[in-house]
């Protein structure tokens, strides 16, 4: 397996549901990323984590939860969560020297959530 | 007004094409990304530049820092480049990706 991997593939869940998205970098990167895509809209950046460290979190709301156990994972923990929240949510990972983004970024295929 | 336009928003072309896409940005940067995603959602970084130029096969990205611009170029395109391009600026203030709302490119045979 080599690249960034990310899974499910596809979700859909009620709002009342508890779902984890996982993503898993093969590079030996220090840097991942979790983004949100929604119809027509750039890219959102959601949360950085650099050395297993949170770094940068975009105000986004407590129903998104992240995880960084070691630094080849990345979790999103998801709760009760809007139907406004389907999108796109995408993983990457890099390697950066000194801070977050100096590095090209590898994105993994995304997760396609629908939330009902 | 966001700190990172592309232009055009669309673009449809016959293969063989010339293409170029556009990105200018209004806020100090330490590196551009240009990025391409496929229908699908996968995304796959092209180039990181901050300065001069970079080519890769068929394609070519230039900066110019004074001007705050980049441009994408795709010679003698074919309709697998169909896709939506991205670039995204480092702001070196904060250090943040800003992204710009991407470019989707349609190649006709």
């Known amino acids: 397996e080599t690249g960034v991997t990310q899974t499910p593939r596809h979700l859909v869940m009620g709002m009342t549901n508890k779902k984890s998205l996982k993503c898993e970098q093969h590079?030996?990167?220090?840097?991942m990323y979790w983004y949100k895509q929604s119809a027509k809209k750039p890219l959102e950046l959601m949360f950085v984590y650099s050395l297993e460290e949170r770094v940068e979190n975009n105000s986004v709301p407590s129903r998104f939860s992240p995880e960084c156990p070691n630094s080849s994972h990345l979790f999103l923990h998801l709760h009760t969560l809007q139907p406004e929240d389907s999108a796109l949510y995408l993983c990457?990972?890099?390697?950066?020297?000194?801070?977050?983004?100096?590095?090209?970024?590898?994105f993994g295929p995304g997760t396609r959530l629908t939330v009902l | 007004k966001n700190e990172v336009e592309q232009s055009p928003q669309n673009l449809t072309a016959q293969e063989g094409e010339f293409i170029t896409i556009n990105c200018s940005y209004s806020v100090g940067i330490s590196a551009l990304h240009w990025l391409q995603q496929h229908p699908g959602g996968g995304i796959v970084s092209l180039f990181m530049?901050?300065?001069?130029?970079k080519k890769h096969g068929r394609l070519i990205a230039t900066i110019n820092i004074q001007e705050k611009h980049s441009s994408l170029h795709i010679t003698a395109s074919h309709p697998r480049d169909s896709a939506v391009y991205i670039c995204a600026a480092l702001s070196d203030s904060n250090y943040q990706l800003i992204w710009g709302a991407g470019t989707k490119l349609i190649i006709k045979p």
């Open positions: 990457a990972s890099s390697q950066d020297a000194v801070v977050p983004g100096q590095g090209t970024q590898y």
């Open positions: 530049l901050s300065s001069g130029k």
């Open positions: 590079l030996g990167h220090n840097a």
